[in-house]
């Protein structure tokens, strides 16, 4: 099993940037693909971005892309997230996951594929 922990939240005015990062202290990340979800109180969870083992592909919502990068360092055994160009709707607990058992990349965006979930952590965008 993986713990992942996140890192890296805190509250930035519109336009600006942050960068989450996501690590476990007792469990390598290589060797696991890995995913950003996002959840917004009275909202359901949601798809953000994905990065496969190697860091070769990545995956983005619509609503962030071009916006958001995903990005890996397994010497580091951290994930990052970097978000730019902020706005008030992403203003959300930010979760980071790590690949099940049964992972299929055909179903990246699934939060059911994902079986290691962090405590997540806030991003507050203000206006």
């Known amino acids: 099993q993986v713990q992942p922990v996140e890192s890296g939240g805190g509250l930035v005015q519109a336009g600006g940037s942050l960068r989450l990062s996501c690590t476990a202290s007792?469990?390598?990340?290589?060797?696991?693909?890995m995913a950003w979800f996002r959840q917004a109180p009275g909202k359901e969870r949601e798809f953000v971005a994905a990065?496969?083992?190697?860091?070769?592909?990545?995956y983005y919502a619509d609503s962030v892309k071009g916006r958001f990068t995903i990005s890996r360092d397994n010497a580091k055994n951290t994930v990052y997230l970097q978000l730019n160009t902020l706005k008030p709707e992403d203003t959300a607990v930010y979760y980071c996951?790590?690949?099940?058992?049964?992972?299929?990349?055909?179903?990246?965006?699934?939060?059911?594929?994902?079986?290691?979930w962090g405590q997540g952590t806030q991003v507050t965008v203000s206006s």
């Open positions: 996951a790590a690949e099940g058992a049964y992972y299929s990349r055909s179903y990246y965006y699934s939060a059911h594929e994902y079986d290691y």
């Open positions: 007792e469990r390598s990340l290589s060797s696991y693909a």
């Open positions: 990065i496969s083992r190697s860091g070769g592909s990545t």
